[in-house]
C-alpha cells in the first residue's frame, strides 16, 4: 500500500491565461499565456493499492457528510459514462477510463484518509483528485510517468467530464512550490522559480457565490478573435499586460524585493476590474471580494491583494508583511465567516543540474579497467544491495533534487555502455528472478535514466577541460559539479550535495564543499585557507587554494586554526557548485593554450577556481559528511569495506 499527498494549487499571477494560451493554435497574434503557480499546503492524503475494480472510499472526518463510497468495473464505456454524468466521482472516473484506454491497467484502490482542500474555492479541488488518481495508476503499476506527465493526463481525464479546466489547474502535480507556466497553443513548459526570501501569503475562501462556468463562457466569447474594444482590452490584459506583470513578479520573487510583489498583486486586480471584468459584469462585481480587499485593517497586515483563480466571490489571496501578521490576518478572515490558510513559501532550490565527469580511463586500477569503467564498479551497500558506483551518486544527486546530470565520457562506446545500463530492462527471464523488490528498483534505475545527458571528451586535456565539455549543458545556470570516483555519505538526514545546494542559495558564489584531512595526506588534494565566518566553524571565505601541495607548504601557509588553536588543513570534498564565471574562465584558459600552441596543457578546474575567487570570492563548506575515494587500490580496498558498515 503507498501513502500519497497532493496539494491544492494557488494561482499567484496569470489567471485565465491558460486557455487564453491556448487559442494561439487558431490566432497567431494572440500572446502566449504566462503564470506563477504553487502548491498549496492543504490537500488530499491517500492511501492507493490495487483492486480488480476501480473503487474510492473515504475515512476523512471532513468529507463525511457529503461523501458516498464509489465502486467501478474496469471497462473503458462504463467508467466514460460515469465521467460525462456530472456525479461527485466524474472526475476520478474521467482519469480512469484515460488510464485503462492507453496503458491497459488494471483497477485500483483508494482511500482518502484526510483532506484539508477547500472545496469549489478556486483552489483546484478537482484537479488534485485527477492528479491523485493519475498518480495512483502510475505508481502502483509502475509506468514511469514523470509529473509533466501525470499531470497531462489528469487534465485530459478532467476534460471528459464536463468541466471546461484550464491547464493551469493541475499544476498540483508539482508540489508546495511556485512554477512559471507557458501555454503555447498546445505546448505547455514549466520552470521552477527562485525566491529570495520568505513569502508569507495568506489566502481565504470568502464562502460567497460564483458561476465559474458563466465566467469562463463569457470570457472565451472573446476567442480566437476579439470583435469589440472591450474584447480587445480582454486580449490585452490576458496577453501583453500580463507578460509584463509576470517578469517583474519573477525579478521580485528573484531579488527579494517583497512590498514590490504585494503592490504587484494590487496592480493586477486593478486591471483585471478594468478590463476583464466587463465581459461577465453580473458574476465579476464580486462584492464580498472587494470589501475584503479594501479593509484598512487588512492593509495594515499586507503588502497587497487579489483575487483568486477565475476571480469573483470565490477566493482571496494576500501577501503579508511577516510571520506574526500572517497569524493576524488568518484569524481575522476567519472571524468573519471565511475560511483563511497561510502559505509560507521558501527559498527554493536554484540549482537543478550536475555534471560527473567519468572520462579517465582509471590508470591506477588497471587492469581491471580494461574491462569496467571505475565508475561501474560494484560497491555494497548498507541496505545489503551491491550498486555501481555511478548509482550511488546518481541517486544522492536525485535526492537533492537535481533534475538534469550531464556525464562527461571519454568514447562513445562508453555512451553505449551507459545507455545499455540506464535506458535498457533486463531481460523478461532475468527479471522474472528478482524479488518484488527488486523488480521495483529496476524500474527506479530506468526511471534514473530519464533524467541523464551524456557529452565526449575527445581529447584528454585535464580535469578543467573535462567539466567545460558540459558547458553548453550548464547554459548559464549554477551546477553542482560532483566528482566520479569518489562516494559520499551523509551524517546527517539531508544528502551532502543537499547541504551544498542550499548553502548556495544563502551566498550565491562560487561554493567547494570542505573535508578536513591529515597533514600527511595533503599532497594528494586541493587544498583551502581561509577564514572561518561563523562560529560553528562550517563556512569559510577562502582566500588561498592550492592545488597538491606540499606538508612543508601547508604547514606554513594553509592551515585554519579552530576552536581549539589546532591547524586543520582543508581538501576539497569533492563537491562543487560551479557558476557560469567558471565556464568563461575555463574557455578563456583553453583560448590562451590554444593560442599559444601549446596543445597538450592541461587546463586544471583549481586554477579557473582561484581566478573566479580573486574576482568574485569563494566559499567553502564543511560538509556533514563523509567521503570516500576509490581512485587507487589501497582507497577502492578501504572504500569496499567501509562503505558497507556505515549505517544511521
Not at 276 to 282: E, M, S
Not at 617 to 643: Q, Y
Amino acid at each position: 500500500m503507498l501513502k500519497l499527498f497532493v496539494p491544492g494549487r494557488l494561482c499567484l499571477f496569470g489567471e485565465h491565461t491558460d486557455w487564453a494560451g491556448h487559442y494561439r493554435t487558431m490566432n497567431a497574434d494572440i500572446v502566449p499565456g504566462a503564470a506563477i503557480v504553487t502548491g498549496i499546503e492543504q490537500g488530499i492524503y491517500a492511501e492507493v493499492e490495487k483492486s480488480p475494480v476501480f473503487e474510492m472510499y473515504c475515512t476523512a472526518p471532513q468529507m463525511e457528510d457529503e461523501w458516498n463510497d464509489f465502486s467501478c468495473q474496469m471497462d473503458e464505456q462504463e467508467l466514460k459514462r460515469v465521467a460525462r454524468s456530472g456525479d461527485f466521482f466524474s472526475y476520478c472516473a474521467g482519469v480512469a477510463s484515460y488510464m485503462l484506454e492507453w496503458y491497459k491497467v488494471g483497477g485500483v484502490r483508494i482511500t482518502i484518509t484526510e483532506m484539508t482542500l477547500p472545496m469549489k474555492s478556486g483552489l483546484s479541488s478537482s484537479a488534485a483528485i485527477c492528479v491523485l488518481v493519475a498518480r495512483a495508476f502510475n505508481l502502483i503499476y509502475k509506468l514511469n510517468l514523470n509529473t509533466m506527465g501525470e499531470m497531462n493526463i489528469a487534465y485530459v481525464g478532467e476534460l471528459r467530464t464536463s468541466s471546461r479546466c484550464g491547464r493551469l489547474d493541475q499544476a498540483c502535480a508539482f508540489g508546495v512550490k511556485p512554477n512559471l507556466m507557458t501555454f503555447d497553443g498546445d505546448e505547455i513548459e514549466v520552470q521552477t522559480l527562485n525566491v529570495k526570501k520568505h513569502l508569507y501569503w495568506v489566502f481565504a475562501d470568502l464562502c460567497g457565490v460564483k458561476n465559474t462556468i458563466k465566467i469562463l463562457s463569457d470570457l472565451n466569447k472573446a476567442y480566437p478573435f476579439p470583435s469589440n474594444d472591450k474584447e480587445r482590452l480582454l486580449h490585452e490584459a490576458l496577453g501583453s499586460k500580463n507578460q509584463e506583470f509576470i517578469e517583474r513578479a519573477i525579478q521580485y520573487m528573484a531579488s527579494g524585493k517583497v512590498e514590490e510583489l504585494g503592490r504587484l498583486m494590487t496592480e493586477t486586480e486593478e486591471l483585471f476590474d478594468r478590463q476583464v471584468a466587463p465581459l461577465c459584469p453580473d458574476e465579476l462585481k464580486s462584492p464580498k471580494l472587494k470589501a475584503i480587499l479594501a479593509d484598512e485593517y487588512v492593509k495594515s497586515l499586507t503588502y497587497g491583494g487579489k483575487g483568486v483563480g477565475s476571480h469573483g466571490d470565490g477566493s482571496v489571496q494576500f501577501l503579508t508583511k511577516d510571520e506574526n501578521s500572517q497569524k493576524l490576518l488568518v484569524d481575522y478572515l476567519n472571524g468573519k465567516g471565511m475560511h483563511a490558510y497561510s502559505l509560507t513559501i521558501k527559498p527554493v532550490h536554484t540549482v537543478r543540474k550536475a555534471i560527473i565527469p567519468v572520462a579517465g580511463f582509471g590508470t591506477r586500477l588497471y587492469p581491471a579497467t580494461r574491462c569496467m569503467k571505475k565508475d561501474f564498479f560494484p560497491i555494497p551497500c548498507p541496505d545489503g544491495m551491491v550498486r555501481p558506483v555511478i548509482l550511488i551518486l546518481l541517486e544522492e544527486l536525485m535526492q537533492s533534487g537535481i533534475e538534469e546530470v550531464c556525464i562527461v565520457l571519454g568514447s562513445e562506446d562508453e555512451r553505449q555502455q551507459y545507455k545499455n545500463f540506464f535506458d535498457r530492462q533486463i531481460s523478461e527471464e532475468h527479471f522474472a528472478k528478482l524479488n518484488s523488490e527488486s523488480q521495483e528498483y529496476e524500474n527506479r534505475i530506468l526511471d534514473i535514466g530519464k533524467h541523464l545527458h551524456y557529452v565526449i571528451q575527445k581529447e584528454k586535456r585535464g580535469f578543467g577541460h573535462a567539466v567545460y565539455q558540459a558547458a553548453g549543458f550548464s547554459k548559464g545556470e549554477p551546477v553542482l559539479l560532483m566528482l566520479g570516483d569518489t562516494l559520499y555519505r551523509s551524517l546527517t538526514n539531508k544528502p551532502c550535495a543537499l547541504q551544498l545546494i542550499e548553502a548556495y542559495e544563502r551566498y550565491n558564489k562560487l561554493l567547494v564543499g570542505l573535508y578536513p584531512v591529515p597533514l600527511s595526506t595533503v599532497s594528494h588534494f586541493g587544498i583551502m585557507s581561509g577564514v572561518w565566518e561563523d562560529k560553528d566553524e562550517r563556512v569559510m571565505h577562502v582566500k588561498t587554494l592550492v592545488e597538491k601541495p606540499t606538508a612543508n607548504y601547508s604547514e606554513e601557509f594553509l592551515g585554519v586554526r579552530n576552536k581549539q588553536g589546532e591547524k586543520e588543513y582543508c581538501s576539497i570534498f569533492g563537491q562543487y557548485i560551479l557558476t557560469p564565471e567558471v565556464f568563461q574562465q575555463l574557455a578563456a584558459d583553453i583560448a590562451a593554450a590554444d593560442a599559444s600552441g601549446n596543445m597538450t596543457k592541461e587546463i586544471e578546474l583549481t586554477s579557473a577556481l582561484d581566478a573566479v575567487r580573486l574576482r568574485s570570492g569563494l566559499i567553502g563548506l564543511r560538509l556533514k559528511g563523509e567521503r570516500f575515494d576509490m581512485g587507487n587500490t589501497h582507497a577502492l580496498v578501504e572504500t569496499v569495506s567501509e562503505f558497507s558498515k556505515w549505517n544511521k
